[in-house]
C-alpha cells in the first residue's frame, strides 16, 4: 500500500513522499506502469457506465457534464500545487488541437460507435491504436520498432479475437458506421497522444492536463447551452454515473495518462489500449449480463502476457536512444 501510494502522490501529482532523490528517469517508470494499469480498470468500467447514461444523454451532453466534474477536481489539485500561469499563449493552438482529437472527436466518435456495436466488440477495434503508434513512430519520427514488438503487438490482435469471440456472420450485419466511428476514434487518440507528448517539459502533468480540460469545456459549453437537457433527467443514478466519468475516469485517468506520455512515451502508452478488451469484457459481464467464455479467458491471458513483452521491448529501445 505504501508503494501505491508513494506512486500515485510522486508520478501523478508530483508530490514527495520520501525525501530521497531519484538519480534516474527510470526509475520512475514502474510505478507509471502500475498506474496505468489502475487506468485501465477504470476505463474498461468506463464503458458499461457510459452506455447506460447515453441511455438518457446525447454524447456531446454527457461529455460536457463529465468534464466540468473534471475540471473542478483536477483544479483543485493543481490550486493547491502550482501557482505558475496556466499556459503560454503560443500554445493555446496546441491545446485545442489536444482537446478536439483526443477529448472530443474521440470520445463522440466512441461513445456514437456504442450505439451499433456492443462494448466489447467495439473495444476491438480500439485495440489498434498502438498499431497506428508504431506507423507514425516509423513514418513521421524514423523510429524503427524492434520485431519483439511488432510480434508483440500481432499476438496482443489475435489474443482480442479470441477475447471477443468474433462472429464473422455479425461483423457484416449493419454495422459498418459504428466500424468506421470506431476507426476513427483510434486516429484521434494518436494525434492526442503524440501532440500531448510533444509538450513534454512545458507544463507540469497537472497544468497541462487542466489547460485540456477547460478547452473541452469552452469547445462544448456552446452545444450546451443549446440544447440543455430538463432537471427532471438527472436522477440519482445518471449523477453518479457523471460523477465516476468526470471524477476517476476523465479526471484520475488524464492525469496518469498525461504523466505516462511524459515518462513512457506515446507508443509505449498506447499499447496499454490492449489491455482494454480484458477490463471491458470482464466488466461487460458483470454490469451488461455479458457472458465470458473459456476462450476468452485464454485470449485474456494472451493479451497481458503479449501486451508485457511489447511494453518491456519499447523500454528498453527507448533507453538505447
Given at each position: ?11 501523478v501529482f508530483?508530490?514527495e513522499v520520501r525525501?530521497e532523490?531519484r538519480?534516474a528517469?527510470s526509475m520512475?517508470k514502474?510505478?507509471?506502469y502500475?498506474?496505468m ?7 474498461g468500467?468506463?464503458?458499461?457506465v457510459a452506455?447506460n447514461?447515453?441511455a438518457t ?7 460536457f457534464?463529465?468534464?466540468i466534474?473534471s475540471?473542478?477536481?483536477v ?7 502550482d ?7 503560443k500554445?493555446?493552438?496546441v ?15 466512441e461513445?456514437s460507435?456504442?450505439?451499433y456495436?456492443?462494448?466489447?466488440l467495439?473495444?476491438?477495434?480500439l ?6 503508434s508504431?506507423i ?15 510480434v508483440g ?6 489474443g482480442i479475437?479470441?477475447i ?9 450485419q449493419g454495422?459498418i458506421l459504428?466500424y468506421l466511428?470506431?476507426?476513427f476514434s483510434?486516429?484521434?487518440w494518436?494525434?492526442?497522444?503524440f501532440v500531448t507528448?510533444?509538450?513534454h517539459?512545458?507544463?507540469?502533468t497537472?497544468t ?5 480540460l477547460?478547452?473541452t ?6 452545444f450546451?447551452?443549446?440544447?440543455p437537457p430538463?432537471i ?9 454515473e ?5 471524477l ?21 502508452t498506447?499499447?496499454?489500449?490492449n489491455?482494454?478488451p480484458v ?17 476468452q ?5 494472451i493479451v497481458?502476457?503479449a501486451?508485457y513483452?511489447?511494453?518491456k ?7 538505447s536512444v
Amino acid at each position: 500500500m505504501y508503494f501505491l501510494r508513494t506512486a500515485i502522490c510522486y508520478n501523478v501529482f508530483n508530490i514527495e513522499v520520501r525525501p530521497e532523490r531519484r538519480s534516474a528517469e527510470s526509475m520512475n517508470k514502474k510505478p507509471v506502469y502500475i498506474l496505468m494499469c489502475m487506468v485501465i480498470v477504470i476505463w474498461g468500467l468506463d464503458f458499461s457506465v457510459a452506455k447506460n447514461a447515453l441511455a438518457t444523454l446525447d454524447p456531446m451532453l454527457l461529455l460536457f457534464c463529465k468534464y466540468i466534474a473534471s475540471v473542478a477536481m483536477v483544479g483543485l489539485i493543481r490550486v493547491t500545487k502550482d501557482r505558475s500561469p496556466l499556459f503560454k499563449i503560443k500554445d493555446i493552438w496546441v491545446f485545442f488541437i489536444c482537446v478536439i482529437f483526443g477529448e472530443i472527436l474521440y470520445f463522440y466518435c466512441e461513445y456514437s460507435a456504442m450505439s451499433y456495436m456492443p462494448v466489447s466488440l467495439l473495444s476491438i477495434v480500439l485495440a489498434f491504436v498502438p498499431v497506428v503508434s508504431l506507423i507514425i513512430d516509423r513514418v513521421i519520427y524514423k523510429r524503427r520498432p524492434g520485431r519483439k514488438a511488432v510480434v508483440g503487438i500481432a499476438v496482443c490482435i489475435v489474443g482480442i479475437s479470441l477475447i471477443i469471440g468474433v462472429d464473422w456472420q455479425v461483423l457484416s450485419q449493419g454495422r459498418i458506421l459504428g466500424y468506421l466511428l470506431a476507426f476513427f476514434s483510434v486516429f484521434c487518440w494518436n494525434i492526442y497522444n503524440f501532440v500531448t507528448a510533444s509538450l513534454h517539459g512545458r507544463y507540469s502533468t497537472y497544468t497541462l492536463t487542466l489547460n485540456q480540460l477547460i478547452c473541452t469545456c469552452i469547445l462544448l459549453l456552446p452545444f450546451a447551452l443549446k440544447f440543455p437537457p430538463p432537471i427532471s433527467v438527472f436522477t440519482p443514478t445518471l449523477i453518479g454515473e457523471i460523477l465516476f466519468l468526470g471524477l476517476l475516469s476523465s479526471g484520475v485517468g488524464y492525469l496518469v495518462l498525461v504523466r505516462s506520455l511524459h515518462v513512457l512515451g506515446p507508443t509505449a502508452t498506447s499499447v496499454f489500449s490492449n489491455f482494454l478488451p480484458v477490463t471491458t469484457t470482464l466488466f461487460g459481464w458483470l454490469a451488461l449480463g455479458e457472458t465470458i467464455a473459456p476462450l476468452q479467458l485464454v485470449g485474456g491471458a494472451i493479451v497481458i502476457a503479449a501486451g508485457y513483452v511489447v511494453i518491456k521491448e519499447i523500454g528498453k529501445s527507448q533507453e538505447s536512444v
